[in-house]
């Protein structure tokens, strides 16, 4: 059944591996992050065994709960990594080992949540080092340490670290002088309450560049890894990282009209399907290929044919438009074309209800 998503799990393992060296070169523990692939079930299983993995991250609790005993089964613990929602605290207490907050009343929320479940939950408090997410303002340090000293008078409640996210809404990049706050913050708190932090997380993808170049300060002791590990991305200056490939999570369609027609629309030009002008360049006749999968399965931005000599014009919601006319290889009706994936694309692909998973 096509549409679909091919994921190679021989190449998966093999990005997990490299990921896993660069982090323990730089001192890190690992935290996998699941959810651009929507937690997929055979994924997470590959993650749960894999000996270097001590954290496997969602965003959604739904995508926890559907592996969460077999990775506390495998030693690994669960964390959610968007604030939890008060309303979920129940939920949150009960498939997630720690949570990253940043709100005393959602804390106390979980605190209460744990004590009524007859557990400990652990929290990861957020400093914003300026890409102004989530996360307590660095600079109002006071309010850092006040929400630290009632963290710790919580009976239910750990304080298991700190973190910091970056390069996600003011794409900031993480840098020596930033994460350096990030751990000077985390040492004082260690200071100022004599206790251990036993995470200090120093952001997402965009952070192990910093590893390769000798550059992650001491004292952040964990990284949080999605886009890195999927694709091989460095995503601070999207160099790959070695030991990595970008194709272990692919996408085929299947072509549904194969025909020569003109580059260029006839008639008055009005807005597409989703309200957009579109601008087209004259390339004469072409040779056009409709796949069928559209832009509710794939951002159109973040997929790309897999053979260079297609280029992908344009898509509206079921219906994808390839031009093949400088294909070497000749394409007929009912064959299939395989694209490479973004991080947006990988994430929408592995959402949609339409999109077949297949492994390898
Ligand atoms: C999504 C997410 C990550 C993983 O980001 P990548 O760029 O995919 O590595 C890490 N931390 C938080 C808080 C996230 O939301």
């Known amino acids: 059944m096509y549409p679909r998503i091919v994921i190679d799990m021989k190449k998966l ?79 949150v207490v009960d498939v997630a080992d720690i949570s990253f907050n940043s709100e005393l009343v959602t804390i106390k929320a979980l605190d209460e949540a744990a004590a009524a479940a007859g557990k400990t939950h652990k929290i990861v408090l957020m400093i914003d080092l300026g890409d102004l997410r989530e996360g307590i303002f660095f600079e109002k340090e006071d309010e850092i340490y006040a929400a630290v000293e009632q963290i710790l008078a919580l009976k239910n409640i750990e304080l298991y670290g700190v973190a910091v996210n970056l390069t996600c809404y003011g794409a900031i990049i993480p840098k020596n002088d930033n994460l350096s706050n990030l751990a000077r913050i985390a040492g004082e708190i260690e200071k100022k309450f004599s206790i251990k932090l036993p995470i200090v997380s120093g952001g997402n993808s965009s952070s192990i560049y910093l590893i390769g170049k000798g550059e992650l300060p001491a004292g952040i002791n964990n990284l949080r890894l999605g886009e890195s590990f999927f694709l091989g991305n460095d995503t601070a200056y999207f160099t790959k990282l070695p030991g990595t490939v970008d194709d272990a999570i692919t996408l085929e369609a299947e072509i549904i009209e194969l025909k020569e027609k003109p580059s260029l629309p006839i008639g008055e030009v009005g807005k597409d399907a989703f ?69 947006g694309g990988m994430l929408r692909t592995t959402t949609s209800a339409y999109v077949e998973r297949a492994y390898k």
């Open 13 to 91: 393992e093999g990005n997990l591996d490299a990921v896993a060296k660069i982090t323990k070169e730089g001192g890190c523990s690992l935290m996998i992050v699941t959810k651009g692939v929507c937690a997929d079930p055979e994924v997470t299983k590959m993650i749960a065994r894999h000996p270097a993995v001590s954290y496997m991250a969602d965003s959604r609790v739904e995508n926890l709960r559907a592996y969460a005993a077999d990775a506390r089964e495998n030693g690994k613990q669960t964390v959610l990594l968007r604030l939890p929602m008060m309303s979920q605290a129940a939920e």
């Open 275 to 343: 309200g957009q002008v579109p601008v087209y360049e004259d390339k004469g006749l072409m040779m056009r290929a409709i796949v069928a999968v559209g832009q509710q399965d794939v951002a159109l931005d973040s997929v790309e044919p897999v053979n260079e000599d297609l280029e992908v014009m344009g898509a509206s919601s079921d219906h994808m438009i390839v031009d093949v006319t400088h294909s070497a290889k000749e394409y007929k009706v009912g064959d299939v074309i395989s694209f490479k994936l973004g991080y």
